[in-house]
């Protein structure tokens, strides 16, 4: 399992772009990108996936770059209830290798008035 | 509410009570897993099932016994559990195992206080 790593945190304004870089040097061949959402006491909710280039959906954009040793999400004029904590995740979730924690620590975002 | 439903939302229990968590997934999904959200600290992984069969187990303490009985249920069974072992616990399923374009599908967890 491919280790990440991103940003702790990171605050913006309404309206404003976000973009959340995340690091995986050791992204395997076979292995997608994913990220998810997290509020505070809830579960992780999906956002986007993608395996080379740019990926887009109603809420997000993915970029990644041809070496595929990084990942960018995109988020477009975020908005108060953006507020939550970003995973970026390399490969299998359940493949834990030995380590818990295929998770990492996520970014923290805060959306400003 | 999200395709994996989990039960109950909150449980407080002593040190010497025996309880269960369950989750139940209506996504027709392969795999299933158990994380542990500590305060303020990253998910970890404690279980993974595919298709009934437990292949990850991340040396979680025996105070902790997992069943799952079918691919839509998952249960997490919780004796003589330690104030530390307080967490939100959280289900997963997702559509296969060992895959690297997995996606999981998370429930709203349970609240596990230990007394």
């Known amino acids: 399992l491919a280790k990440t790593t991103q940003p702790i945190s990171m605050d913006s304004y309404e309206g404003q772009e976000v973009n959340i870089t995340c690091s995986h040097n050791n992204i395997a061949t076979n292995d997608y990108i994913t990220w998810y959402q997290q509020f505070p006491s809830q579960g992780p909710r999906f956002i986007i996936q993608?395996?080379?280039t740019k990926v887009t959906n109603e809420v997000a954009s993915l970029f990644i770059p041809a070496d595929r040793k990084s990942s960018t999400l995109s988020l477009p004029r975020v908005s108060l209830s953006d507020t939550a904590v970003y995973y970026c995740?390399?490969?299998?979730?359940?493949?834990?290798?030995?380590?818990?924690?295929?998770f990492g620590g996520g970014t923290r975002v805060l959306v400003k008035p | 509410e999200t395709g994996v439903t989990q039960t109950p939302r909150h449980l407080v229990m002593g040190m010497t009570n025996k309880k269960s968590l369950k989750c139940e997934q209506h996504l027709g999904h392969n795999a299933m897993y158990w994380y542990k959200q500590s305060a303020k600290k990253p998910l970890e992984l404690m279980f993974v099932y595919s298709l009934e069969e437990r292949v990850e187990n991340n040396s979680v303490p025996s105070r902790f016994s997992p069943e799952c009985p079918n691919s839509s249920h998952l249960f997490l069974h919780l004796h003589t559990l330690q104030p530390e072992d307080s967490a939100l616990y959280l289900c997963?399923?997702?559509?296969?195992?060992?895959?690297?374009?997995?996606?999981?599908?998370f429930g709203a967890g349970s609240r596990l206080t230990v007394l």
């Open positions: 995740l390399v490969g299998d979730p359940g493949e834990a290798a030995g380590n818990k924690l295929t």
């Open positions: 997963a399923s997702s559509q296969e195992v060992m895959s690297g374009a997995n996606v999981l599908t």
């Open positions: 993608g395996y080379k």
